[in-house]
Structure formats: C-alpha cells, structure tokens
C-alpha cells in the first residue's frame, strides 16, 4: 500500500507570495493533519480535516488554510509568506477508527522564503 | 506548562544497553499517545502506539503508560547504532478527531 504522497518536496518563495502544498493520504484514511516543523518550535499542529471539514485546529494565523476534497486529498494554503514561515510542512493520515488513531506521515514539504 | 515535555538530551547509550525515553504531558483526558522516530533530514515514523494503562511491547521496542501519573515512557532494548535518531512522544488531545501535541524530541545516540 502507498505511503502519504506530498508535493512539492521542495519550494521556495519570496515573501508576500501565496503557497499551496498538496498531500494525497494512504488509500482508506479519512482522516488529514497538517504540522509545521521548525528547528525553534518542534512539530506544531496546523490543522486537521475529516470527511472535507475541519475538525480541529491549532494556533496559527489565518494566513494558514486547508481544504480537503471528496477522495481526502488535501491541500493546504499559506498566504502573505513570512520569512518565519520557513520549514518542513508535514502532512500525515490516520484511518480514525477506534484503537486505529495511528497517523503516518509523509515525507514533507521544504519551504523556504527569502 | 508545555503540554508534552520531554528531556531533550541528548541521551548517549553504548551499543547492546537499554535506552530510556520519558515524557509527560498535561492534559489529563488524553486517550492516545504514540512515539515517533525521525533521522535527521526525514519524516517522524511511527515506533508505537499506546493506549491503556500498562506495557505493550513489540519487537526491541516496549512503550509503558501510566494515566494517572501523566506518563508515557519507551524502552528500546539491545539499542543499535542504527537506533540513534530523535525520538518524539505524542499526545492525541481529547477534543474528537486529531490535535496531536508532539514534546519537543528526546535525542539519543547510541555508540559502537
């Protein structure tokens, strides 16, 4: 079975832009979670989508979006790029089943802003 | 309070000894936690998950949850050089669904 696909692996964009980054999960899991990785802060939770609705969310700006479409592929959406928006973007998937809240993560997203 | 604190080492074992990872966290409904393994310059990768009181082992790898005492622990046994990574411990918030806080990452090495 295929693991989390991101893409891209690597971007790099200037300040102001507008980014999307993309995760298709493991065939089966509903359920999505974005996480932002920075050597300063560690693994931060985004937010996390099931079944094209947002479930939960963490304390990020609104500058930070997601969506997630009807096979739960998702997207997420940074707009007016900081330079401290640089980091690993994480996506990971977990089937949400009882006892079955393990998610595996994909390989990531590098952003760098300049 | 952080919400999932662990020390951050790093943690230095010799190669065959048993390596201990701790964490704590604060939120006292918490029903799922897991520990995670990431190699510089890669993805976490799930070790284990646990979620009731006690031991589960598989493999090298025993992860120990104590609810009452906030505490979640991993033991890897016969530690390997292979083994030398940043081991973070998670915590599944009860809010239905998924906010998982990650602790900050224990770093071990395990030398030759």
């Known amino acids: 079975k295929a693991g989390v696909t991101q893409t891209p692996r690597y971007l790099i964009k200037t300040r102001g832009q507008q980014v999307t980054l993309s995760c298709s999960p493991i065939s089966g899991h509903r359920s999505v979670s974005w996480y932002q990785q920075t050597p300063g802060q560690g693994l931060q939770f985004l937010f996390e989508y099931f079944s094209e609705t947002q479930r939960n969310k963490g304390n990020f700006p609104g500058r930070f979006s997601g969506r997630q479409f009807s096979n739960s592929r998702s997207e997420m959406n940074v707009s007016t790029l900081e330079l401290g928006d640089s980091a690993l973007y994480l996506c990971?998937?977990?089937?949400?089943?009882?006892?079955?809240?393990?998610?595996?993560f994909g390989p990531g997203t590098r952003l760098t802003v300049t | 309070q952080k919400e999932v604190e662990q020390n951050s080492g790093p943690l230095s074992v010799p190669e065959g000894a048993i390596a201990s990872l701790n964490c704590t966290y604060s939120?006292?409904?918490?029903?799922?936690f897991f520990w995670y393994r990431q190699y510089s310059g890669k993805s976490p990768e799930l070790i284990m998950s646990i979620y009731s009181n006690g031991d589960k082992e598989d493999g090298r790898f025993t992860a120990q949850l104590n609810k009452a005492s906030q505490y979640v622990s991993l033991l890897i046994r016969d530690s390997q050089p292979s083994d030398s990574a940043t081991y973070l411990c998670a915590v599944n918030l009860n809010t239905g669904g998924f906010k998982t806080i990650f602790g900050a990452g224990t770093r071990l090495f395990v030398k030759a």
């Open positions: 939120d006292r409904v918490s029903q799922s």
């Open positions: 990971a998937s977990s089937y949400d089943r009882v006892l079955q809240y393990e998610q595996y």
